[in-house]
């Protein structure tokens, strides 16, 4: 599992911009994307690089039920650490 460095601080709230536009990309068919968007937001860096050679095999491959299980796996600590950072989670969840 990917560790992430925590602080005991305050949770913070993802800004409604920022919501709004992983709703976009997953109402447009482009979950990989919005995902890859908010490792990216929460700049953690193993799960960007993760996502990313998810889209690359998915471009190659053309086939995104044979990745599933993996992009499932990486969703679990996606969503785990948003869930602990952001205090609107529910919301965030809620575009995907």
């Known amino acids: 599992m990917v560790k992430l ?9 993802l800004n409604a911009p920022s919501i709004k536009s992983l ?3 997953t109402k447009v068919n482009n979950h990989n994307k919005a995902r890859l968007e908010l ?4 700049k953690v860096k ?11 095999l ?8 044979d990745l599933a ?9 996606l969503f785990y650490y948003a869930k602990n950072k952001y ?3 529910d919301e965030i969840h809620g575009a995907f």
């Open 46 to 56: 193993q799960l960007v690089k993760a996502y990313e050679a998810v889209m690359v």
């Open 87 to 89: 205090s609107n989670y």
């Open 58 to 65: 998915h471009d190659m491959t053309r086939q995104m039920n």
């Open 39 to 42: 490792a990216k937001i929460m």
């Open 23 to 25: 709703a976009m990309l």
């Open 5 to 13: 460095k925590t602080l005991i601080t305050e949770k913070q709230e």
């Open 69 to 77: 299980a993996v992009r499932e796996k990486l969703d679990r600590m």
